[in-house]
């Protein structure tokens, strides 16, 4: 069993930054693969960006140069730094979890492979 819970979300203006964090517990190696994904208002949830075992990382097109995706080395907290915040950023943002490793951990992007979520926090960004 894993259990996450994020922190960190709040109202900021466009341009500004916020620094989000998943802190999780359980299994290791049901942890190999942390994410974060996002649901703005009537959207799908979609990946925002991804860190692996082998420290590789995966990013969105609309985040990429803005998020980094980071994690300690203990892998029990995730975080995720946004610059340049944009109000199209404003969403709940979920952390989430997979033993997927390495490439698959990268490659599969889908909401069905993850097994564990965390309840969200929301980010609102206003222009």
């Known amino acids: 069993q894993v259990h996450l819970v994020e922190s960190g979300g709040g109202s900021v203006q466009a341009g500004g930054s916020l620094r989000l964090s998943c802190a999780a517990s359980g299994a290791t190696y049901s942890r190999n693969c942390m994410a974060w994904f996002r649901q703005g208002s009537g959207k799908e949830r979609e990946r925002v960006a991804v860190?692996?075992?082998?420290?590789?990382?995966w990013y969105a097109d609309t985040v990429k140069g803005r998020f980094t995706i980071s994690q300690d080395n203990a892998k029990n907290t995730l975080a995720l730094q946004m610059d340049s915040l944009k109000p199209e950023d404003t969403a709940m943002y979920y952390c989430?979890?997979?033993?997927?490793?390495?490439?698959?951990?990268?490659?599969?992007?889908?909401?069905?492979?993850?097994?564990?979520w965390g309840l969200g926090t929301q980010v609102t960004v206003s222009s």
């Open positions: 989430a979890a997979a033993s997927f490793e390495g490439a698959l951990c990268r490659a599969y992007g889908g909401t069905t492979n993850y097994r564990y």
């Open positions: 860190i692996a075992t082998d420290g590789g990382t």
